[in-house]
């Protein structure tokens, strides 16, 4: 659980570690600690070190590092036993693990705010009774995330032709492809012309008789799974490339020699030209019936249904309810796209996923966290006014500022990529000020308030295989260059106790006379806790147009 600031405020907090190595359970508090659990007396032996616990979250478009924390406990002849177990000459704890907590003095048990459990390392030690070092880290990332799409899923002897279809073989080119993993419906349409679309997923042809199929049926793979275009009446346009025809079918489910589901396209006798060889594209033209089928209900496209669903399936660890505050906030944006190819679905949720999306990371005790970043934040946002002076507080240090350097007021994405054609269909900039009619680039009142500070800043365009929808490539960057056209400040505080009742990414708002700080609207990005107070590190966001400044 989570302790409320009214707790905190008139509440005594102690750390309980609890560590398990050997299997046996040793218990270690600051001081003598005893604990009630369900009618039972849990006694914590004194010898824990001091301890000051850092949660951080990570800045938008960026990772976050695995949870962990150097720990120094004393044995005495109480725990000898444990101190054994990690002098016994074998470093390799195996499974030993810890559980850091928090426990409002008099409280259950029950009630304790774990803030870290996870591995136990011994990082050194001495003689019983010297100090012993330990490192206690967690990662939702254990254990080893999982490949994906299965190594099953793939054009093989094994998997194609189905036994049924006698005197039917695989067109050579495709073996080894694997299954197209299909989001949202890649090349509905073009940007710059949006009544017409583009090949966007290649077609593996997988049932073949003879060179073509003048006689035949050929019978063309198109995604994993039933996608929602099946059954949909002309939902998908086959391209011939090298031929230069194509036409529009109806998709049907399958399933392959392994019994996989699959979607396919019947390419009939004499409707499409098609020779052994022929490179063949497909494009969904139906965006509510295009590819995968979401567990929320119709075609997986929303940005925020994406992620979350990648990092589920990905194997990590992750916390379900602050997932899917972070998956609805994000579902204004779409994806559209596909891989046939096998991936680490952690790779493809941070690393291609991750960057156009408003959202930070975040390690709880719960696992990994998605947190919806308020660029747009203003007074009405925040959740709690810190007032440093009012308070009793102090500030930690100087404010820092990020690099002018950094500032980014002409900023550009790269959208629609086709791999058939090895460009991209789209492509929007905000920029300072409009020299010349272009659709493409769009004056934007932050890049021209940054601009009169910095003179014009030309980023590195975004480019994203990701994106064909110009309201997404649109959203994209209206955050990016909120965030990125001004420079922030960061600075943190030390409050009183209960004020650990914040939580990173959290809005709130800010005064501090020593620094001419009145109600600044900022992030909370990370928060230091140990027993009679907080340090709460901040960033501003800063808005020009929303300031008048």
Known sequence: MSYTRAQLDTGTLAWALTLTI???????????????????????????????????????????????????????????????ALAAGDLDLGDASGELALILVGEGWETREVLLAGTLEATRYGAL???????????????????????????????????????????????????????GAPGFRLPRDTATSYPAVPVALVEVQGANNSVDDFVGLIGRGVLACVGVSDSVRVRNLTQGFGGDFTPTAALDALGQAVTVVTIPVA???????????????????????????????????????????????????????????????????????????VDVALDDLLPLLPVALHVGPRGLELIPWRYDATLADAVDHLDVDLEGGERDGDVERSPGAEVVNHQAVEYAWSDATGDYH??????????????????????RASY??????????????????????RGILDWRIRWWSQTRETVAFWLPQGRQALRCGGVVSVTCAEISWSRKVCKVTATDRTPGRARIEVVTLPDWVRDGT
């Open 22 to 84: 050997r299997g046996r359970v040793y218990r270690f508090a600051e001081g003598a600690l005893e604990v009630d659990d369900a009618g039972e007396s849990l006694h914590f032996h004194p010898g824990l070190g001091e301890v000051v616990y850092t949660d951080r979250i990570g800045l938008p478009g960026e990772g976050v590092d695995d949870p962990a924390q150097e720990i120094e406990v004393f044995f005495s002849d109480d725990t000898a036993a444990g101190w054994a």
């Open 426 to 447: 789209g492509r929007l900039a905000y920029i300072p000020s409009q020299r010349f009619a272009d659709s493409e680039l769009q004056r934007n009142p932050y890049a």
């Open 271 to 345: 409707t499409l030209a098609v020779d052994v060889g022929d490179e063949l594209w497909v494009s969904f033209l139906i965006p509510g019936q295009g590819g995968r089928m979401g567990p929320w209900g119709g075609t997986l496209r929303h940005a925020g249904d994406v992620l979350a669903l990648y990092l589920i399936e990905s194997g990590a660890r992750v916390d379900s309810l602050a997932l899917d505050a972070a998956r609805r906030w994000l579902n204004g944006f779409e994806i559209d796209g596909y891989f046939n190819e096998q991936v680490d679905l």
């Open 452 to 473: 009169t500070r910095y003179g014009e800043r030309e980023g590195v365009a975004i480019q994203t295989d990701l994106v064909l929808d110009t309201a997404t490539a």
């Open 129 to 183: 009774y010297e100090p012993v070092g330990l490192l206690l880290s967690e990662s939702p990332w254990r254990p080893s995330p999982r490949r994906f799409p299965p190594d099953s899923e793939g054009v093989t002897p094994d998997t194609w032709p189905r036994a049924a279809s006698v005197g039917y073989s695989v067109d050579e080119g495709v073996y080894g492809v694997r299954y197209p993993e299909v989001v």
